[in-house]
């Protein structure tokens, strides 16, 4: 492969506007060719294995299938494609859900043209492309869901208002080992304290808060 070659994008968007507005940039900037668009996920997976394309740019949020699972049946058939996420959308899940799917950079629409560019070209090169806040969000939801089966059940007794004794009790464990528990989950949580995991806990629909 020269390295002189464009490098060749697949844009994957459900509004016209957005997947045109994409096309247009690309096709301004030097060593970019469109080599197609998508208005779903189902017209891409039968797009993309019959062209030659380099980075596959979707969007996440679609009607007929989401972004991230375009992402994990789009690398079944083409398991050396690469995909970057462009998307205004940024909650927790989505992020942990299109990296997991196999997405090499999540773009945000806000981004500057320069920005996208660079994101893209680190793609094509094999690498991975996440702002700074994005992947705080990714490494605190990653963290979330390392969280043992006993530290949901003490998390939810935490946020309960139950103290360690307690909860030792109404599990049938020692005191000290719900402190050792407590620690593993400040720490996974990234809080200082009882009081922040729960605010956390509840936040992101760690535990639910119900009535006795």
Known sequence: M????????????????????????FES?????????AASGGE?????????????LTDLRMKEMSGDTLIAEL?????????????NYHSDEEVFNAMKAGAMAYILKSATLEQIVAAIHSV???????????????????????????????LQLVAKGKKNQEIADQLGISENTVRNHMNNLLEKLGCRDRTEATA?????????????
Not at 16 to 25: A, I, N, P, Q, S
Not at 29 to 37: D, I, L, N, Q, Y
């Open 2 to 25: 020269s390295c002189n070659r464009s490098i060749r994008i697949f844009v994957v968007d459900d509004h016209l506007v957005v997947r045109m507005g994409v096309k247009t940039m």
């Open 29 to 37: 900037v030097p060593g970019f060719v469109v080599a197609g668009t």
């Open 44 to 56: 891409a997976l039968e797009a993309i294995p019959g062209l030659d394309v380099d980075v596959v």
């Open 75 to 87: 690398r079944k058939i083409c398991p050396g494609i690469r995909v970057a996420v462009l998307t």
């Open 124 to 154: 094509h090169a094999g690498e991975y492309s996440i702002p700074a806040h994005i992947a705080r969000q990714l490494a605190q939801r990653i963290r979330r869901s390392q969280l043992s089966i006993r530290e949901m059940e003490i």
């Open 200 to 212: 956390v806990a509840i936040r992101q629909g760690l535990v639910k808060i119900e009535d006795d």
